[in-house]
């Protein structure tokens, strides 16, 4: 019944790779402001987390570097963009959330901030924290004891729960995430070693995540992370927008209408990426043009914005499999409040196979000798889809894009990777499908 009112819900039913130019896409200040959250919001969350930077710094000293901030390098690959699009114009970038501190992917910003926020909460109800005081006060063993009487909860395929889990135990906090089997074991062992409760159910994702909240809402002392509704999780990564502005100006590139700012960000439930997008679209405007991608298994994201079904049809309703290589993109169902927010905003999306996260992920190992998880390795579908694409074309055409895009720089946001064992990478980098 969805195949026939939308063309493009037949092309993913057949698990092709396709691009989809987002219909609904309007001028960035209309969009903005028919939501409930704006710059107000981002900068809320952009000052906690500078609150919570004499913590961070004196906890984990991997920040200390950059104050406290949970920050990644953006790094120009030229060597990858010969490799990937060698006709391609303008500049190629990768922002390395892959080499986040802590915990290593993209849920280090919304993860980690949500965790900071509920923390601050409680700290300040309990008069443990008072307004100006040195946040570096919560690494005493007063304050651990203090969150022990609390507890954090998640379900998790990973990385999530690697950054809830981690930051949640490192305040004191109990801290208990909630894994489907098919979960990698070193994900439960890193955890498990830090002190957090890993349990292990036998379904999928939706079975470990429903089970996370049934216990979690039974305990009036315990908060549940809620990777699909979670404001604060959005806020939080919204924040990377901000950070990569200033990177931006430092290394001297300008974004505006002459100079387009092209983002490719891999979409799970949408979180992450919607978040970014919407610090982008609040800074940059109509000069930023975003694009999701998500695998043809599970193109959930896709399915919801076309459809305008948002959360309320799943991939297994056009007969796929949800089930793909890319660990943090293999959701079923997008999150419906993150639909609805960036339905106007996103320009579009694109879709691939899973062997092409080993050959992307290949690449860009031996070009520039960086490393990222094949879930990251996806947003090279994005520059590729832009220039190989006729729908990519369509765009900068209709767009008016095409006299500027000389002077266009495009980033893949490598979303995760750092935590990833030596025997991992060295099996990833063996994987051909
Ligand atoms: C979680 C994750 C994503 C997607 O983020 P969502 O918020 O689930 O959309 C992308 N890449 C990696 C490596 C992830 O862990």
New binding site residues.
Partial sequence: MYQSDFPIVRTLAAARECAWLNPKLSDAKTALSKLAIGEADVEDARARLARFAPYLAARFPETREAGGLIESPLREIPRMKAALAPDMPGRLFAKLDSDLPIAG???ARGGIYEVLKHAETLAREGGLLREGDDYAKLCSQEARAFFSNYAVQVGSTG??GLSIGTMSAALGFRAIVHMSADAKQWKKDLLRAKGVTVLEYEGDYSAAVAEGRKRSDADPASHFVDDENSLDLFLGYAVAAKRLDAQLKALGVPVDAAHPLFVYI????????GGVAFGLKLIYGDSVHVFFVEPVQAPCMLLGLATGLHNQISVTDIGLTGKTHAD??A?GRASGFVGRTVEELLSGEFTLADARLYDYLRSLTDSEGVFA?P??CAAFAGPRGLFALPEGREYIEARGLAPHMENASHIAWL??GALVPEEARKAYLAVSL
Avoid: R
Wanted: aromatic share 0%.
């Fill in positions: 992917s993209v849920k990385n999530l891999p979409c799970g439930v949408g979180g992450g990426p943090g993109l959701v998880e879930s990251a979303t995760g």
